[in-house]
């Protein structure tokens, strides 16, 4: 069981953790509009800035999910790793947190993505 491999692991959570929170905030709250490098970029929400801001407001409540789901999951590997390896009942399982982790925020940000997508797509036609 490699416990710094572990660490990382979980420090990589954390970080997905704040990007999307750092992200959520400023495309839900308006600091950042339509851009071509941050949010969630599909045809539908790059397609105006109406398109976009819908999009995104879809997607806050789902991506407020997903930054937490990063942060629970980091912070539980970076406490338990380090306890159960170094009192010896460490197994393979440990594994499992950051792993579960992670599926957990790919999933949430894939429906994040759909239900942006959609919002999008409802603006672009009612737009015109």
Same mark, same amino acid.
């Given at each position: 069981?490699?416990?710094? @491999?572990?660490?990382?692991?979980? &420090? ?5 953790? +704040?990007? +999307? ?8 709250? #308006?600091?950042? @509009?339509?851009?071509? &490098? !941050? #949010? !969630? ?13 819908? #999009?995104?407001? &879809? ?7 997903? /930054? ?10 970076? +406490?338990?790793?380090? +306890? ?15 792993? /579960? #982790?992670?599926? =957990? ?6 429906? &994040?993505?759909?239900? =942006?997508?959609?919002? =999008? ?8």
């Amino acid at each position: 069981m490699d416990m710094v @491999g572990l660490l990382v692991f979980g &420090a990589g959570l954390l970080w997905m953790g +704040v990007m +999307v929170h750092l992200v959520r905030n400023h495309v839900t709250k #308006g600091g950042m @509009g339509r851009n071509s &490098a !941050i #949010g !969630i970029r599909t045809r539908a929400t790059t397609s105006s800035d109406a398109a976009w801001e819908a #999009g995104h407001a &879809a997607a806050a409540p789902l991506l407020t999910a997903t /930054c937490r789901a990063a942060y629970t999951a980091g912070a539980l590997t970076w +406490v338990s790793v380090p +306890v159960l390896t170094l009192s010896g009942r460490a197994t393979p399982a440990v594994v499992a947190l950051p792993a /579960c #982790g992670t599926v =957990a925020v790919v999933v949430l940000l894939a429906v &994040a993505a759909g239900r =942006a997508n959609a919002a =999008a797509r409802a603006a672009g036609d009612a737009d015109g």
